[in-house]
């Protein structure tokens, strides 16, 4: 199982963990929410909870809770800029569809 960023976005990763001033590291989950039933959630994390699990990918922690690690196993994140849009970019072996305006996916 893992879980691996670009080197694109670990820079802009560690760039954010900087200008917050702490942090260990990346969680990234799922929630049940948009119009295929499934979006992604970022936060920074400050301490690893109980049955996480934790990834390294290019010098950066990637943390994961146990019920969204069976979606994202595979998923490789990117950090991408169009025109005026910038925003990190899933690319996950286990979606099966992703609704219209990209923001939710199905397994």
């Known amino acids: 199982m893992s879980i691996q960023l670009t080197d694109v976005a670990a820079d802009r990763v560690k760039s ?3 200008n917050r001033g702490k942090g260990i590291g990346l969680r990234i989950g799922i929630k049940t929410t948009g119009c295929s039933g499934m979006a992604y959630v970022l936060e920074f994390v400050d301490e690893v909870e109980e049955g ?3 990834f390294e990918s290019q010098g950066v922690k990637v943390i994961i809770d146990p019920k969204s690690l069976v979606y994202l196993d595979g998923t490789e994140v990117d950090f991408t800029k169009e025109g005026l849009n910038e925003g990190f970019k899933f690319t996950n072996p286990n979606a099966k569809d992703e609704c219209g ?5 199905t397994v």
């Open 52 to 54: 996480d699990k934790v």
């Open 16 to 18: 954010f963990l900087q």
């Open 101 to 105: 305006c990209g923001e939710s996916f």
